[in-house]
């Protein structure tokens, strides 16, 4: 810890020591749908280059997330349609923002003053029940799958269908296996409790929670259980606390910062600070906390980190060193 008392100066320099790596954002769809870039700076949305540089987020993963309406019949193609929208984001800003698909990219694109991204797509029905498919994405530079959104799919059942209590249909369990053997990353967000269990069984390999939340705090279905939380955490994983205001508190007001840390502290206090990250969901989420409300307010969370009396080493692991350890860990 610097000798300075300023929790504000202490933030600013441990942020701009720390790798900051967010979990979870949904800006590709806004980029397609609503034809903007990443280049410029926005007044809507939440995430574009500029906010990136300036909140210090030196790794972002962006999901490829399929909407309902392309779900029966054209999951693989609107998700191609996606990628090949982030490509075209990602060749447009070379001097920028790069690709990454294995952990050694991470420093020397950070060395080069670029934002390091990673893909990932939410919801496995991508797949169209086909491994083939799975491996083919994996080419394409995904490294992170969300096993399913809140529906259920060929893969398991997600949040939303959690009455029949289903987990992992026999698809499911082979598609572990294979992201295990290609080393991508397992995502349980919007998973159902039993589909979680599964995983938890299955995976030889790290699993990460990318943007979820703590239900003892907010008693939501996207929420972890504290006995899905120590699962997790005894599988070296990691959850990414999310900055979504339904899932942060049940209260019928404006969330904030503190809010958000409540959740940090909460799962450090379970499992230890070894397992808790970021997974924002910017452009994924209509309301953002108080002070939250872009990726240019990230350093806030350091703010409020060193108020509460974390010590620098415990901050940069929540910033992005504990999904730093799982990628390298899973994708090498």
């Not at 600013?12 to 769809?29: E, P, S």
């Not at 295990?180 to 159902?192: K, P, Q």
């Not at 899932?247 to 007001?253: A, I, S």
Request: with cysteine; charged share 25%.
């Amino acid at each position: 810890m610097t000798e300075t008392k300023d929790p504000v100066i202490q933030a600013k320099q441990i942020h701009q020591k720390a790798i900051v790596f967010d979990g979870h954002c949904d800006t590709i769809l806004r980029i397609m749908n609503h034809k903007h870039s990443l280049v410029n700076r926005k007044s809507t949305g939440h995430l574009d280059i500029p906010r990136l540089k300036e909140g210090g987020i030196n790794i972002q993963v962006f999901a490829v997330f399929i909407e309902d309406i392309y779900k029966q019949n054209n999951s693989l193609k609107r998700t191609l349609q996606l990628i090949d929208c982030f490509f075209n984001e990602i060749e447009k800003n070379q001097d920028k923002i790069s690709l990454i698909t294995n952990y050694s990219q991470i420093k020397e694109i950070n060395k080069k003053k670029k934002i390091a991204a990673i893909l990932s797509i939410e919801g496995g029905e991508a797949l169209e029940g086909d491994l083939g498919i799975l491996r083919v994405l994996y080419k394409l530079g995904v490294r992170l799958l969300t096993l399913t959104w809140n529906q259920r799919n060929q893969i398991a059942d997600g949040i939303g269908e959690s009455r029949t209590g289903s987990g992992l249909t026999e698809l499911g369990l082979k598609v572990i296996d294979e992201m295990n053997r290609l080393g991508m990353v397992i995502d349980v967000s919007h998973l159902s409790e039993t589909g979680f269990w599964d995983v938890i069984k299955r995976s030889k390999a790290p699993i990460v929670a990318s943007h979820s939340n703590c239900y003892a705090l907010c008693p939501h279905p996207r929420n972890l259980k504290d006995n899905q939380i120590k699962a997790l955490a005894d599988k070296r994983g990691v959850i990414g606390v999310t900055f979504v205001p339904n899932f942060l508190t049940q209260e019928k007001r404006k969330t904030t910062i503190e809010d958000v840390v409540k959740h940090i502290d909460y799962l450090v206090e379970r499992v230890g600070v070894d397992y808790v990250g970021l997974g924002s969901d910017f452009d994924g989420t209509r309301r953002l906390p108080l002070n939250l409300e872009g990726a240019e307010k990230i350093p806030n969370i350091t703010i409020e980190l060193v108020k509460r009396g974390y010590k620098e080493k415990d901050i940069k692991k929540i910033l992005g060193g504990n999904f730093l350890r799982v990628f390298e860990e899973v994708v090498g």
